[in-house]
């Protein structure tokens, strides 16, 4: 017979009510346990080590005991009592017991998050829509044109050369707000690029036509808005010398310069083309693939109305967050960051959804039209992942198997010819983005 007996009710499509009832006799046990274990590790004053009577026990440290009684006797069962009622959890169960006595059964209830059965649409000739994928000389020569001012290192201009727009000036300056130096105001041997709009609406336009050695005066107004807020809409007055003006030295664009890029398989100039070409096709080729992934799983989801439970929008939530911690930690102040995380909690919440409900449509799909992934293919995708990380595929594959990780990989897998599969089906219009 049983020590554990459970019955579950459907409280909402993503949420079952567990209520479990542990016999006496294994509460009893659990008490003498707890009592015992207490017992030897305990000092009570006019009793021998492991020799206090338990009433003594009980009179000294009763209330905390039940407290640590109760997580046992939940730990230890609710594993089995989610196992005999078939209730594949999501997320951590919401648990309320009352305070458990020796002398009775244990009650408490689990509330348990759980996947939403979906009814999927029809799944052939979902509307999509796919970028057309159309590389022409234009985005060639523009793609050029970006690689050689790249490559363009930056020289002094000519003696008695006036200051224009591409111009990199150095310069020292000393900016005052009614006769006074302000914070943040002067530097020395700073670099303006003239027409780069990076410093005060003003500033770098008042530097054109001036010479190396020169010294002017500029007089600008912060803008009302402006991030200073002290500074806001103010006029202020910079004393600025010149020392130096540089230019970037654009190569030739010629077979000398397209050999000097050390491109494999590039020699010539028109083998350049040819290559950033290929590449700019390649990328319009992704970009299409997925703004189609994109459409069509859009489709899906307006087909498809199902409650997604919280607990999984809760835990992608925390994952994008963390991801954004580890790759920003070392760039922002660390108060700065954490106000940037607490604003992300609520606006990446809608984004975490989509996730969400878009795999567990996809896992929907798989199980319907019984996709799979072979252990080749799993092996496969390790050996990308591995040379992608530029580790060793048997360390790689070692982690995935220490961290429970292969059964994702093989879901994941699964999931991404349900995707692909409802991409060939999909009824796709194709679209120019003008």
């Not at 000389?137 to 020289?155: S, W, Y």
């Not at 530097?207 to 020169?214: H, I, Q, R, Y």
């Given at each position: 017979m049983s020590d554990l007996s459970v019955t579950t009710t459907e409280e909402s499509p993503v949420l079952r009510k567990l209520e479990a009832e542990v016999d006496v006799r294994r509460v009893r046990k659990a008490f003498d346990k707890a009592y015992r274990e207490l017992g030897r590790s305990v000092r009570v004053k006019g009793f021998r080590p492991g020799k206090a009577p338990r009433a003594v026990l009980e009179k000294l440290y009763g209330a905390s005991m039940v407290e640590e009684i109760e997580r046992t006797l939940v730990s230890e069962s609710l594993p089995e009592a989610v196992e005999q009622s078939g209730i594949e959890p999501v997320a951590e169960p919401s648990i309320d017991a009352a305070a458990p006595s020796s002398d009775e059964a244990f009650r408490y209830t689990a509330e348990i998050q759980v996947k939403p059965a979906i009814e999927l649409p029809e799944l052939g000739g979902l509307p999509a829509m796919r970028p057309v994928v159309l590389v022409d000389?234009?985005?060639?020569?523009?793609?050029?044109?970006?690689?050689?001012?790249?490559?363009?290192?930056?020289?002094?201009?000519?003696?008695g050369a006036t200051a224009a727009e591409g111009h990199h000036v150095s310069l020292d300056y000393a900016g005052r707000i009614d006769g006074e130096l302000f914070e943040g105001g002067s530097a020395e041997?700073?670099?303006?690029?003239?027409?780069?709009?990076?410093?005060?609406?003003?500033?770098?336009?008042?530097?054109?036509?001036?010479?190396?050695?020169?010294?002017?005066?500029?007089?600008?107004?912060?803008?009302?808005?402006?991030?200073?807020?002290?500074?806001?809409?103010?006029?202020?007055?910079?004393?600025?010398?010149?020392?130096?003006?540089?230019?970037?030295?654009?190569?030739?664009?010629?077979?000398?310069?397209?050999?000097?890029?050390?491109?494999?398989?590039?020699?010539?100039?028109?083998?350049?083309?040819?290559?950033?070409?290929?590449?700019?096709?390649?990328?319009?080729?992704?970009?299409?693939?997925?703004?189609?992934?994109?459409?069509?799983?859009?489709?899906?989801?307006?087909?498809?109305?199902?409650?997604?439970?919280?607990?999984?929008?809760?835990?992608?939530?925390?994952?994008?967050?963390?991801?954004?911690?580890?790759?920003?930690?070392?760039?922002?102040?660390?108060?700065?960051?954490?106000?940037?995380?607490?604003?992300?909690?609520?606006?990446?919440?809608?984004?975490?959804?989509?996730?969400?409900?878009?795999?567990?449509l996809l896992e929907a799909v798989a199980r319907e039209k019984e996709f799979d992934a072979s252990d080749e293919e799993v092996d496969a995708k390790i050996e990308d992942l591995a040379r992608e990380q530029g580790m060793a595929v048997p360390r790689l594959r070692k982690a995935y198997e220490e961290r429970g990780m292969i059964d994702s990989l093989r879901q994941r897998l699964a999931e991404e010819k349900a995707l692909e599969f409802l991409a060939a089906e999909a009824k796709v219009e194709e679209t120019t983005g003008t």
């Open positions: 000389d234009t985005a060639v020569d523009d793609e050029l044109e970006g690689l050689r001012q790249r490559r363009a290192p930056m020289v002094d201009d000519e003696e041997n700073a670099i303006v690029e003239i027409g780069s709009g990076r410093f005060i609406p003003g500033f770098e336009e008042q530097l054109v036509g001036a010479t190396a050695g020169e010294e002017r005066q500029l007089t600008v107004a912060f803008p009302d808005d402006y991030p200073a807020e002290d500074l806001a809409g103010k006029e202020a007055v910079f004393d600025v010398k010149v020392h130096a003006l540089q230019r970037r030295q654009v190569p030739d664009l010629d077979d000398a310069f397209a050999k000097e890029l050390g491109l494999e398989g590039v020699e010539t100039l028109e083998e350049l083309r040819e290559k950033i070409r290929t590449d700019l096709t390649e990328r319009q080729e992704n970009a299409a693939k997925e703004a189609l992934h994109r459409s069509v799983m859009d489709s899906l989801i307006e087909r498809a109305e199902f409650e997604v439970p919280p607990g999984l929008i809760d835990r992608r939530l925390q994952q994008r967050l963390e991801m954004a911690h580890q790759q920003l930690g070392q760039m922002l102040p660390h108060e700065e960051l954490h106000q940037r995380l607490a604003q992300w909690q609520e606006e990446w919440r809608p984004d975490a959804e989509r996730d969400v409900r878009e795999a567990l």
